[in-house]
């Protein structure tokens, strides 16, 4: 007989994560400078951002006209997977699911590897309650960027309700070493759960 997990209150998955901007290619530090680096000047700050980084600050910022920005930002070809990633955050919060996904497997055409963009999917389809793709994505996620701890806890959810505790328990392990102590501590009742629940499986499976 299955085992029923309980989950602490705090067990709810992450939300979703905007893009920002992305970091540019480095210097190649075997390469001399042969200029100083400029001084600080004023600039004027609204003409030197693209129509992405306008549409990321006015989204920050909480700017109702973010996803049009964000829309211009497209058609204008700056940021493309990016924009339709955070098109995507704003259609779901708004609650048009359809255009949420459109969105987001939209920022998955242009960029496959778009880690953002598969962590985001497997988050609506966690709330539609298909966990078989929302493992999916989690797990292509994790693969592209490894380092991001907020996969591992919902990746670790998706499991552990699937009743898949093992590997449960290792994303959630990971999720705890990527973050601050104390932020790893509200992962501790989910964890002991997890691991009294794999021990009675297996204290079930080998008593006659």
Known sequence: MAQIL???VCASKFGYKRV???AK???NPDQLTLFPPPTAQILSFASALTPFEQALMGDELGDSNAGELYRIAIDEQDCV???????GIIESKQGNTAKAFDCFTTS???NPR?????YNLGNLYFDINDLRLAQAHYEMAVEIDPLFPNVYFNLALVRAINNDLAPAIVALTRYQELVPEDEGRQAHELLENLRKSLAGAKNARTSP
Request: proline content about 4%; glycine content about 0%; aromatic content about 8%.
């Open 114 to 118: 778009h880690s953002e963009a598969h």
């Open 20 to 22: 920002r901007k992305r």
């Open 81 to 87: 997977a990016d924009a339709h990633c955070n098109l």
């Open 6 to 8: 309980k989950f602490p």
């Open 25 to 27: 290619t480095a210097e």
């Open 108 to 110: 998955l055409k242009y």
